[in-house]
């Protein structure tokens, strides 16, 4: 089973990696964006996208969470969405465990309800709309970027370093959240103490 999304030369040379990788399509996606392997450019949230369909594949969810077995896991996007076509482009198609993968955006945190997934971005002003959104709704896999406001108490934050994309992972939020992350994940992702980002 195909882990990768392809983008461009670099994601065709990763779609061949598999469950049983040690999940090095992680290192490989983030050193793609930073060397720039693809036909044509590819932009930071082009690879979070990517990033985000592949999370999903290792995220457990509370028992309880969805009433029939081909229920749809709904990303959603929280506050402007920097993704342009990229992440619908991504899952439009695609399935996990055969559950179909639907994107919404959505402006307001009340609208959150029924999101599996929820990406919080922030606006031009670096404002984040999640203010009012509770981090401990259980069910729901938080996603932000580090060391924005938006970010204090997601379960998953993306960090730029040397150029490359890569993620932090807070336990206690997942914890609080009731989603369980794939060890194998966890692996690859830098884990954060939460309360030391508060």
């Known amino acids: 089973m195909a882990i990768l999304t392809p983008i461009g030369n670099c994601g ?17 996606l983030g050193n793609c ?4 392997l693809s036909d044509a450019p590819i932009d930071e949230y082009q690879v ?3 990033f985000i369909y592949n999370f999903v594949k290792f995220v457990e969810w509370p028992t309880g969470t969805f009433d029939r077995s081909n229920e749809p896991i709904v990303i959603c996007v929280l506050g402007q969405d920097p993704f342009g076509r990229s992440l619908e482009d991504i899952v ?8 179909p993968l639907i994107v919404r955006d959505i402006s307001n945190p009340k609208q959150a309800a029924g999101c599996h997934v929820l990406f919080i971005s922030l606006s031009r002003d ?6 009012s959104f509770d981090m401990t709704t259980p069910g729901v896999l938080t996603i932000g970027e580090a060391g924005a ?6 379960v998953i934050a993306f960090r730029l370093e040397g150029g490359k994309v890569r993620f932090e992972i807070d336990l206690e939020a997942a914890e ?10 966890l692996s690859l992702g830098h884990i954060v103490d939460s309360n030391r980002k508060q």
């Open 12 to 28: 065709r040379s990763l779609g061949a990696i598999g469950r049983g990788t040690a999940f090095g399509f992680v290192i490989a």
């Open 33 to 36: 964006f930073a060397a720039g």
């Open 48 to 50: 979070k996208a990517a």
């Open 92 to 99: 439009n198609g695609r399935a996990i465990d055969g559950r």
């Open 126 to 131: 670096n404002h984040s709309p999640h203010a």
């Open 149 to 154: 406001p938006g970010a204090v108490g997601v």
């Open 176 to 185: 609080r959240a009731r989603v369980r992350i794939s060890s194998r994940l």
